[in-house]
Antibody, heavy 123, light 108 residues
């Protein structure tokens, strides 16, 4: 069973850049899965940020696309997220999540999820 | 932009059936998925592709979809089922992934 572990700074300054890493264990980042990031502001719902395949293909939420960069590190079996031009509205728990394809590979489900890491944007 | 709409809250007594709905214009053509999130924990998949149940999920959890509405049903809800439940699907192009706003289930 794949396990995901997020890591990164818990506090970032406004206008700065958030950088998070997700370590993948129990499976390879070069599998058929896509790898995604989902965030959840305190007390609010889930928001899909985007996803990346080991081939380098990406798919970002249009509302965040101009500020997001995702990458895959095959040698270390991990993925990363960068989000720039931060404001207080970016304060959230950030989850690393595997996207598992259906048998037809036409549909994907988020499973499993990492435990999440809280990032606070504040000076 | 595309949206999935859920009721903010649902409340049932233990042993009753809880139904949580999710409406969206693309649901006739796209699968719905359901996630359970208990306080302070990461979400867990409970239903995928409208009605399939992952291994380890109790049989009291079931899903269905008809037209523009998907429904998560918890038959004989238990106190430990208290949680926030989120539906997930994609827009009609299949490109963008969307979560519903979440439904807080209270069992008491």
């Amino acid at each position: 069973q794949v396990q995901l572990q997020e890591s990164g700074p818990g506090l970032v300054e406004p206008s700065g850049t958030l950088s998070l890493t997700c370590a993948v264990s129990g499976g390879s980042v070069t599998s058929s899965r896509w790898w995604s990031w989902v965030r959840q502001p305190p007390g609010k719902g889930l928001e899909w940020i985007g996803e990346i395949h080991h081939t380098g293909n990406t798919n970002y939420n249009p509302s965040l696309k101009s500020r997001v960069t995702m990458s895959v590190d095959k040698s270390n079996n991990q993925i990363s997220l960068k989000l720039n031009s931060l404001t207080a509205a970016d304060t959230a728990v950030y989850y690393c999540v595997a996207l598992v394809p259906s048998q037809s590979a036409s549909y994907y489900r988020f499973d499993p999820w990492g435990q999440g890491t809280l990032v606070t944007v504040s000076s | 932009s595309y949206e999935l709409t859920q009721p903010p809250s649902v409340s049932v007594s233990p042993g009753q059936t809880a139904r949580i709905t999710c409406s969206g214009d693309a649901l006739p053509k796209k699968y719905a998925y359901w996630y359970q999130q208990k306080s302070g924990q990461a979400p867990v998949l409970v239903i995928y592709e409208d009605s399939k149940r992952p291994s380890g999920i109790p049989e009291r959890f079931s899903g269905s979809s008809s037209g523009t509405m998907a429904t998560l049903t918890i038959s004989g809800a238990q106190v430990e089922d208290e949680a926030d439940y989120y539906c997930y699907s994609t827009d009609s192009s299949g490109t963008h992934r969307i979560f519903g706003g979440g439904t807080k289930l209270t069992v008491l």
